[in-house]
């Protein structure tokens, strides 16, 4: 079975910092374009960042752009996609997922997306 596991999430206060992992099973990704979305609460998800296969291209929404940097952990039994988030606001609370596909378009929209995981809850407190 195909899985993808997030992991990292927490509750931090407002301005701190939280690494997000995404971990794959049942299958390799290592030349899928690796996404983080995420889903505020009471919201519908939206886009956070993308990275290419080869990690020589990223795109990050405007709500996130300074702050949060994407990466691929390339090497063997290493997570496939990290998030690092800096300097959190409380309108980054939201339930966090990462997702792949295997091209390099439309990557701002869920639907292209193939696989996704559970999600990793992130709470930032004020």
């Known amino acids: 079975q195909v899985q993808l596991v997030e992991s990292g999430g927490g509750l931090v206060e407002a301005g701190g910092s939280l690494r997000l992992s995404c971990a794959a099973s049942?299958?390799?990704?290592?030349?899928?374009?690796m996404g983080w979305f995420r889903q505020p609460p009471g919201k519908e998800r939206e886009f956070v960042a993308v990275i290419s296969w080869s990690g020589s291209s990223t795109v990050y929404s405007d709500s996130v752009k300074g702050r949060f940097t994407i990466s691929r952990g390339n090497a063997a039994n290493t997570p496939l996609v990290y998030l690092q988030m800096n300097n959190l606001k409380p309108e980054d609370t939201a339930v966090y997922y990462c997702?792949?596909?295997?091209?390099?378009?439309?990557?701002?929209?869920?639907?292209?997306?193939?696989?996704w995981g559970q999600g990793t809850q992130v709470t930032v407190s004020s």
């Open positions: 049942g299958r390799t990704f290592r030349r899928a374009t």
């Open positions: 997702a792949a596909k295997y091209t390099w378009d439309d990557f701002t929209t869920e639907g292209t997306y193939n696989y």
